[in-house]
Nanobody, 118 residues
Framework: QVQLVESGGGLVQAGGSLRLSCVVS????????MAWYRQAPGKQRELVAL???????NSADSVKGRFTISRDNAKNTMYLQMNNLKPEDTAVYYC????????????WGQGAQVTVSS
């Protein structure tokens, strides 16, 4: 059974840093493009950054130059290093496959709460 478990969230002041981790059990990780998403209160979930199985990355304009996505295929783990955090980065952060299909849409984990104070 596939499970996605996010960790590493917390409360940080603006300008601070956090590192999120996502451990994936099951078969969806190593051969697939994976991504971080986030959902702020009252807003739709949005794509933050993605990384291919070979390590190619892309990220939303709002986080370019501040967030770095990486993965360790041997550990079935993905990371999101977040630097120079801003209050508008406050959200619950989730990991999942990209793009979302009907199957992985049922796999969302509990997410990691990131709160950035001004």
């Amino acid at each position: 059974q596939v499970q996605l478990v996010e960790s590493g969230g917390g409360l940080v002041q603006a300008g601070g840093s956090l590192r999120l981790s996502c451990v994936v059990s099951g078969s969806i990780f190593s051969m697939n493009t994976m991504a971080w998403y986030r959902q702020a209160p009252g807003k739709q979930r949005e794509l933050v950054a993605l990384i291919s199985s070979g390590g190619n990355t892309n990220s939303a304009d709002s986080v370019k130059g501040r967030f770095t996505i990486s993965r360790d295929n041997a550990k079935n783990t993905m990371y999101l290093q977040m630097n120079n955090l801003k209050p508008e980065d406050t959200a619950v952060y989730y990991c999942n496959k990209w793009p979302i299909n009907e199957y992985v849409a049922r796999l969302w984990g509990q997410g990691a709460q990131v709160t950035v104070s001004s």
